[in-house]
């Protein structure tokens, strides 16, 4: 079963709400004898971190790793690993107001009718901040994975304005507070996002993930297909609507010559001529670059107030005060490249168990 | 884990090759007392069955569904049903030439470097013959949902070509060999896939499901979410690139007013004034209909030759003879209403299991 | 979930009614390119095969399996393997008049209270026709361990009759109807069951099962220990009332120092002097053989009548008059070993999995 | 999978060791609304707690438990709940000079065999020590089953001496540190523990414990059969070398007559005279009490010196000073008791989801 857990054998289970005293997850079958520190986590945590910048929350959270378990001088020893991280800049009366009211488009609405309870403060579980526990889970997972194979991703669009691929730069993303592989676009989604707060309004992103130097022969069709995983994990981050591999959409349009990306041979190596697949075919990874991308819608969370109705069955009006991103795309660069490195790792290790070690 | 089976409670497991003696599926964990008999199986089948129409492979498969366990005096027992159907209509020799040569965009070559092995004729398990089992596993999957929920699904695009959304009549969709809900698009695909047919190419297709009459509060947050199980089973069908909930990828380019869809009151209900969500909100539905589209690449077996490779590392060209669609994405129809029956049944179940009945 | 699956990695899912047209099973998570053909199932079916001497149930079932997938010119192909048995000697007449009382201490009452229907003919799915399926699929599983790994069992109690293990003949095991390692105690079985099949009563048995050869390392703890999995599995053979590993129940009264067993270096190796761990050590194979036992329970379809209830409600004496064995325990043998096969080759795998090639 | 998870639908993830900085565990899948806070749990954690007297190691431990997520305003709110337990009283210098000695009995060699590295202070993770998170998971489990159904458990056999059955008093388990049902028994235990402390060895235990007011119909046959999930629930305690329901192995011996319970109409109620089966028919419960039992090795860390190996493959002998359980079978009851409660939240969970509310 999979409530709060991904993965069959690197498999993660997080828990943890808003403004609850900590989060944290479970990472349960990783490889033992691979170097682990608290470090290793924390640098990946530190990209994710809200209130780096005035683009995202301004809640401070340091959002400092502990390991409780699973590693012993440096090392995993194979058992569970516990990671906890504690929440310190809770300020649960920011919500007071909201308790009663449902804020459209939100999960708030929709816990309260499934559970007939919830912890609303902040939005309780399903607030991004579990996302931190992903990322810390991504961070073993690379590990996992090792240093051959590269996970890295990019923000391709902030509301309706798109980068232009011919400007990428895998060297830009690091350099602006956007994730943003197109300087020139960079600059623009500045202003864009500034007249957007200004307004108490939000937007949607897209967000695109590459992994390269991915093994051939991950996947486990036909029920298990790593492009499968990889969408319902993509489509499990807060606030998705959409994920695509490779072509993605685009390929409805083309024809079968375009879209098959052709074969040759380069040494002893078979190598592909084009990514249509986006590195998978029937379920399997190919060696080629994995390509992923996922569509966040705005967050509910505005100053401009919605029709909604409250817990008393009134219809109201509700606009959001508190801290909150305008748009949650951005932080969700590194929550994508922790899944995708967790779907990765999760299949190395099935790959393993049924065919012997994996081909690179 | 799932290398075969998918869902947890409503519970999946398929089997079979395109040219074997047969194909099936059990289906565990259904509910007992259900009335069921081959026939609610049948009707679902001969949907999806190829050879019907000019537009699809003209392999003649009866599809005939046998229940083998789990069925008592035509109700079910809540011990497992196995299904079967047999392959009648195999014509390996069509294959014979190409069990060396890899079809470019094609699982055959994946499966290879995966396994060191693969069933090659016909597609072996990567075939879309596959789908039959799951479409019969939908059959089931609706009759535990209940004759108050409907799902029905529609092409929205075929090749570069889309529906007029104005113009949707879903009596269409059962008129036209392409389950499209707009009559003046179908007769101009009909025009677009004799083209295609000529030119011994294929195109791509995009899908629509819906699903109305959904109880409020199925998902489980938050990595068992609804969407995120929808995106992994439909990304799962064969030659799906895509999947999008609700207003999709669009949603990246909306404000946060814009998409948040309104709540109001009607007689003691809340109702929703849009469904950018898609009935889904953090995870769980909220008694909105269930909106899936998911993106079909163009079929890779074509008549027109593809630059590839062959088994003994050799560059070479390829292009297929046997008997196609030449869009797959049009069967693929019924088998994402049957996808996503499935789902709903499963988190039906789920939801019965942690919070008791549902709200309906 | 398991309702009617076992194993994670070689994972089977068992379907079929005793009456039913018939029983199977689907394999999954196989590894590629093993020998593998129908010969080498029904090598194992037939040791179990009912009807082949006069202390066993006289249905005369031929137990041929068929593969319907997985399996391609002569070797798995990594996909699931299905196995077919159909049921040819039904006689359903026999358990007429029994469809409306319970017989006691069967499965029968409890299943129509928890489902509310039941395929009662010949005890439906609780049948211990349905063990066919798990010697199939230990079959696989005997491949997956490879010919280094040798899994036997031997009955060592028959009613309150143990045998005398100073007298322990592996050779003799395969001379008698009974898998008895001591030819004297067989001698004195016959005799003892025929007074039984007189009386028209039956009895219990107590199984041994060990496995030699196997890898150091196999099990996952601490809840997916091998010593729990394999109680979990022999617990789950019909009508098993006890199991135990090692010195079992025995280790109760021992000192500590009695006990552990002690270790010595051979050559490169260590060695155990003794073996009451039963080669499981913190839920980890230890390389030693596994010893594990089980205890049988007296069949509950006896001529002798027993007071009971009818589906009205009513007081009634059962007595059952179809054919049945006088000792189920003797046929559980086969069963055992197939257990024992198939969780240790899921074990293998899941090692593999986290901890790459075992050593041996 | 199940590497330190166990439970399906009601889901215990476990994590920590010996000596890390703590212990803890996730239950996943908890009902909401249910009323739960610190003192519901720490209550049966009380009953476990080591250093209580001089028959349990003396290791000081508060066990003291805190509540991280998954409650709100005193109840459940039906996600994960994460319980976290300092660890407080390490004395890993105890340990220090067997680091390197492997105790016979042990799990220390096996861990190092499997994984390569191990946490050796205090056996880490395979320490008694983890058990307590199983006590706590159980005390939510007893939550979720209601005050109708009532678990508790004795110690009936330490070393070679049992309890007289005749002398059976419940109310005397709670006055004696043996949890003894029988007080002319406990008090000869009490000699007999000193006599083995003074000597510097240890001995093994048999526990019995009992649910009563269990609804009927729990169970998932037939590879989720409640008998058999005990069977594995119970096998994955420490330790632990045998497990047996109802008669157990004494059913071998019986006829059929004489282990069949009949059954009676009392009012409208179907009675059992007998309970041979121990509450569970084909693997589901009958409303009659579950009665499992189990059998623990004596403890492996006792100050006799057992020949063994070192790390550096030589031959040494063994003898551990540390604080240790002369019969780690007292300790057991407490957590006997907690798995029952898991397996069985878990199973009410499973047959309200297929088979809707269950029977009382």
Redesign the interface.
Known sequence: ??????G??F?V?????SH?????C?V??????LPLDEADIQTWLDRRRPGQNRFTTQRQEPDTV?I???V?EG????????L?IDNVDQRSKDYAEIAES??????????Q???????YRGG???SAR?TATRVAAGAIARKVLGAGLAIRGALI?L??RRIDRARWDWAEVERNPFWCPDAKTAALWEADLDA?RKAG??????IEIEASGVP??L???????L??????????INA??????????????????????????QG?Q?VF?AN???G???????GQPIVVRF????????L?P????NAR???VEVSTKGRHDPCV?IRAVPVGEAMLACVLADHL?????????E?T
Chains 1, 2, 3, 4 share one sequence.
């Open positions: 079963m999979s409530h709060n857990s991904f069959h054998l498999r289970t997080t828990w943890g709400e609850g005293p900590a989060i944290g479970v349960d079958g990783c490889p033992p004898r502990r409780l378990s699973g012993f090392k995993t020893t194979g058992t569970p690993i516990a906890h449902y804020r459209p488009g939100h999960a708030q609405w929709a816990y009718q499934k559970y007939g309870i919830q912890d309780g579980r399903s579990e669009q509301g309706s957007l309004s939000s937007t949607g992103a897209v051939i022969g996947g486990a069709p036909v029920h298990g297909k492009d499968a995983d990889l969408a319902g994990a993509m489509m499990g998705v609507k959409g994920v695509e591999i490779g072509a993605g959409f685009a390929a409805a349009a083309l024809r079968g010559e375009t879209n098959a990306d052709p074969m040759r041979i002893n078979v001529t249509n697949a986006g998978i075919l029937g379920g399997i990874s190919t569509a966040v819608k705005p967050t509910s969370s505005i401009i919605i029709p909604s109705v069955g009134e219809e795309g290790l099935r790959h393993r168990a049924q065919c012997g070690e081909k």
